[in-house]
């Protein structure tokens, strides 16, 4: 066995030690040691979609000791497993909890929005189960969720016993509004940094929010809303408080903090089968188990793509790489600035505008998706301008050729046949973790979840776009920005590529966050996109290391193109909503 050979083995055996040990710790810590059943589900709702989620059944919970309940929704471009803190907590205090995929979402039918945001069928399966207490169900919800949660109190007014929503709002969204009796035992998690306060709460900054008249009305109060102060009355049903832990919107359901005033309102307002402090939180460690599961997919990508190169079917492929031709001295700071910049700098732009010009349709049925396809469209036709630009006016004096930027001609063909082998064993270890588990792989708002069979139809779609931007994207790093003279690239040239292609959103975010945390609102008020940017983050990174690698082994940008495209369509299809019915649906 060469050394190639061997450090391609080495990380496979890292990577499935990673992802089984990330999964028995994430099952076992979700499923409170074996105390808490925790099955996949499926029912229908009212008008014939299917309705995915995650049930998990305490195991005292009987038809002839009946458990109270919980249904926990969580928000836009999520899946149930967002609510998994919520989830694992409760459970271990005796609760059913239902967490489900809003219509649209994870594994539920399309189309987004429907059917009240899946908390009335919600509410209704629960109650439908002769091990849940009817009398004592609580409804909770993040953001979207919260509005499901307040839509299906209005429709079921006695199905029923408390509501607590994080980072939402009443009169939001076709939520209906909220007064000083409506709806029954509130509990309002609203964080201090949040960054949809003018959305929710009509005012520049959540802290305002609570010395606003739309709060205050909710709440009867004359003047600012008090933290952690009880109003009204639990009895009557006119219960109201208010948590504001120091977070931001996605931070409610990611931190101690954030989770701890949901259980603590559970738990005043029904009988916990099982108290237990708010404080004392355990679902992190299943974070550690999924995260773990992501490291060690992203591990196995490396692996296989080097055990397929150093076999003979793909050998072809691995040939050196052309002599380095690219700018040196200012010229590449220059251009690694700008390589950096310009993606930041048309993110909110492109996305917005596809948005106008690309309605969601049968075609193109996912909104945020389609956004990034322009903003990649975009970005890909900008760097072959300045790329090709550079080639003709500076890089042929110096030596670039075609096969310096990576267009060596041939072995496109075998390189989607490489893509597609490399992302297949990744998405067997998803498959597994899955099945096995329970889990997908995770870490906060990063999530890489197996496609269902209409995402895959429409992930065929999105694919070509994207593959398109990553072979731009690797004559960028590995053509212009690859210094003449330098050696192979190791891991110096996969630091500094992944340092290019992130940074830029890394200072975006930066200056984004600095501003909310100084009680300011947001630079650039586009709240959504900017989550959305915690995403971009992580991906071009990953997507510059493992084009710089497979540029190192095979001196073309085609088998890194095809690699990341295949593997973004996959990772931004599968989590976001799919707006429209797609086609073939």
Do not use: C
């Not at 009212?46 to 305490?58: A, N, Q």
């Not at 909890?97 to 189309?111: F, T």
């Not at 679902?283 to 060690?296: I, P």
């Not at 931007?469 to 004559?475: A, D, K, N, T, Y």
Request: aromatic share 12%; glycine share 12%; charged share 10%.
């Amino acid at each position: 066995m060469d050394r190639g050979t061997g450090r391609s083995a080495f990380l496979l055996v890292v990577a499935v030690l990673l992802v089984v040990g990330g999964g028995v710790v994430a099952s076992l810590v979700q499923s409170d040691f074996g105390a808490v059943r925790v099955q996949e589900v499926r029912f229908a709702a009212s008008d014939g979609r299917i309705v995915h989620g995650k049930l998990f059944r305490p195991r005292g919970a009987t038809a002839e000791n009946p458990a109270p309940g919980v249904v926990a929704i969580h928000g836009y471009i999520n899946s149930h497993e967002t609510q998994s803190p919520y989830t694992i907590e409760l459970a271990r205090r005796g609760y059913v909890v239902l967490a489900i995929d809003q219509p649209g979402h994870g594994y539920s039918d399309p189309p987004a929005f429907a059917g009240g945001f899946g908390g009335i069928d919600a509410l209704g399966y629960l109650r439908s189960l002769a091990f849940v207490d009817r009398d004592q169900i609580v409804l909770s919800g993040h953001s979207m969720g919260g509005w499901a949660s307040l839509i299906a109190a209005a429709v079921v007014p006695d199905g029923y016993a408390s509501i607590v929503v994080s980072g939402s709002s009443t009169g939001t969204f076709g939520a209906p509004e909220g007064t000083p009796t409506w709806p029954r035992n509130l509990g309002l998690v609203w964080t201090q940094y949040d960054e949809f306060s003018r959305l929710m709460w009509l005012t520049p900054t959540a802290p305002e929010a609570r010395f606003g008249p739309k709060m205050r009305s909710l709440f009867g109060s004359a003047g600012p809303v008090e933290v952690g102060q009880l109003y009204g009355s639990i009895e009557d049903g006119t219960a109201r408080m208010l948590y504001s832990p120091a977070v931001t919107h996605p931070g409610a359901h990611i931190t101690t903090a954030g989770v701890a005033p949901v259980i603590d309102w559970v738990q005043r307002t029904t009988r916990a089968p099982t108290p237990l402090p708010p404080t004392d939180q355990v679902w992190m460690w299943k974070e550690v188990g999924t995260g773990l599961g992501l490291l060690g997919f992203l591990f196995a990508l490396f692996g296989i793509a080097g055990a397929l190169l150093d076999s003979r079917t793909f050998s072809s492929l691995a040939q050196r790489t052309a002599p380095a031709a690219g700018a040196t001295g200012f010229a590449w700071w220059l251009g690694a600035l700008v390589a950096a910049a310009i993606p930041v700098a048309t993110y909110y732009f492109a996305n917005n505008e596809t948005a106008t010009y690309l309605p969601t349709s049968a075609w193109f049925p996912q909104s945020i998706t389609t956004g990034l396809m322009g903003w990649a469209l975009l970005n890909g036709a900008i760097s072959l301008v300045l790329v090709l630009l550079w080639f003709v006016v500076s890089g042929r004096r110096h030596g670039a050729r075609l096969d310096t930027l990576g267009l060596r001609v041939g072995g496109w063909f075998r390189a989607i046949g490489f893509a597609v082998l490399v992302l297949g064993g990744g998405y067997a270890l998803l498959a597994l973790s899955q099945g096995v588990f329970h889990t997908d792989f995770r870490a906060w708002v990063i999530a890489l979840k197996p496609l269902s069979a209409d995402q895959a139809r429409i992930a065929l779609v999105y694919l070509l776009p994207f593959t398109a931007f990553f072979l731009v994207f690797g004559m960028v790093l590995h053509g212009q920005l690859r210094p003449k003279g330098a050696a192979r690239e190791g891991a110096d040239a996969m630091i500094a590529n992944a340092l290019i292609a992130g940074g830029g959103f890394l200072v975006l975010l930066l200056v984004q966050y600095m501003a909310l945390f100084a009680g300011q609102p947001l630079v650039i008020e586009e709240p959504l996109l900017t989550i959305v940017a915690f995403q971009v983050l992580f991906l071009l990174p990953v997507a510059a290391l493992l084009s710089t690698y497979l540029f190192a082994r095979t001196g073309s940008v085609w088998p890194g193109a095809w690699v990341n495209g295949m593997l973004v369509t996959w990772y931004v299809v599968a989590g976001q909503a799919t707006q429209v019915v797609p086609w073939g649906f």
